[in-house]
């Protein structure tokens, strides 16, 4: 393969990205020893969820709230597309996610959102 065969292969075309947000994305994370296995897509501007602004001189603990439930709510929502698009495939839904161990939620969003890192940054045992 030559370089320039390569560079076309590793680039996105815009067709290819338009693609992606009505394709299902299969994916699965290790947790304590398993796998476990869900699916989600990607969105497009206006299937964001959408949160009202942070007031003005909210505190650092208020703004992290507010971000976390942002992250949240975003992830549910690839989680519940791909759920409509294919409910046979569907792990979690909208209503067992809180119920869910935060460690494994955590896991699964960074996934998702293409964040690797190992749980014992976060998490203490």
Not at 18 to 26: F, G
Not at 66 to 93: L, T
Request: contains cysteine; hydrophobic residues 35%.
């Amino acid at each position: 393969m030559t370089k320039e065969e390569k560079k076309t292969n590793s680039s996105w075309s815009i067709e290819d990205l338009i693609a992606l947000t009505d394709e299902v994305q299969n994916s699965s994370v290790d947790f304590r020893g398993k796998e476990f296995n869900f699916h989600f897509c990607e969105l497009v501007e206006e299937e964001e969820p959408k949160m009202g602004a942070l007031p003005e001189g909210a505190t650092e603990e208020e703004k992290m709230e507010h971000y976390s439930k942002v992250g949240n709510n975003r992830i549910v929502h690839m989680i519940e597309k791909a759920n409509k698009k294919q409910p046979a495939n569907a792990s979690i839904m909208a209503e067992n996610w809180g119920m869910l161990p935060t460690s494994l939620r955590y896991k699964i969003s960074n996934h998702i959102m293409g964040i690797e890192s190992s749980e014992s940054e976060n998490f203490t045992i």
